[in-house]
């Protein structure tokens, strides 16, 4: 990953939503992958909840290699396990068409 792109990317306008606002649909997508992902690696995660106040949301016209990325999602995810359920920092990079490229998530 060339993280110069990136840098790029996330210096772009960053849009953030209050509760109120329309949250667009690619949130939820990050969301679905991320859990599907996390509980292929730990399957004690029941869910999956991102902050919806405190998500930084930015449109990107870049790439990774030659994979087009569009928009980039980043803020705070809590990952409920049975015993606990701690905010974790997360990003997520959002290709053509909507499609989920990656979700990366912080362990504390």
Not at 61 to 71: A, I, L
């Amino acid at each position: 990953m060339r993280f110069g792109a990136l840098g790029a990317v996330l210096a772009s306008t960053i849009l953030v939503y209050p509760a109120q606002a329309q949250v667009p649909v690619e949130v939820d997508a990050c969301r679905l992958a991320g859990l599907v992902a996390l509980k292929e690696r730990s399957p004690a995660i029941k869910d999956l909840t991102f902050d919806i106040d405190g998500l930084a949301i930015s449109k990107a016209e870049t790439k990774v290699e030659d994979t087009p990325v569009k928009m980039v999602i980043m803020g705070d995810a809590y990952l409920q396990r049975e015993k606990s359920d701690k905010p974790n920092r997360f990003v997520c990079l959002i290709g053509e068409k909507g499609k989920v490229l990656l979700t990366f998530f912080t362990e504390q």
